[in-house]
């Protein structure tokens, strides 16, 4: 079965830095888009920065700058390293993929930065 394993969340001050993990398994990861979305309480999850098997990325417009993603796929990782962290960037954050066309989720890591 397809698990993805979300680490390296925590508090953080407002300007500072964190480093997001996802373990993969259960997919081909190398072939697999992967994506990193978030989520505040109250609000739907928005996608942050998804990475092709070409290491082709995307960024939503709130992070752009500040965030990269990347992968490592010898050890089926997803990263997703996050600069001059914001109070709005609080929320969990889940690791996504996709396999034979249905999405797959980890069970989220929260993030909280604090002003």
């Known amino acids: 079965q397809v698990q993805l394993v979300e680490s390296g969340g925590g508090l953080v001050q407002a300007g500072g830095s964190l480093t997001l993990s996802c373990a993969a398994s259960g997919i081909m990861f190398s072939n697999n888009i992967m994506a990193w979305y978030r989520q505040v309480p109250g609000k739907q999850r928005e996608l942050v920065a998804s990475?092709?098997?070409?290491?082709?990325?995307t960024y939503a417009d709130s992070v752009k700058g500040r965030f990269t993603i990347s992968r490592d796929n010898a050890k089926n990782t997803v990263y997703l390293r996050m600069n001059s962290l914001k109070a709005e960037d609080t929320a969990v954050y889940y690791c996504?993929?996709?396999?034979?066309?249905?999405?797959?989720w980890g069970k989220g890591t929260l993030v909280t930065v604090s002003s």
């Open positions: 990475i092709t098997s070409g290491r082709m990325t």
């Open positions: 996504n993929t996709f396999r034979n066309g249905m999405p797959y």
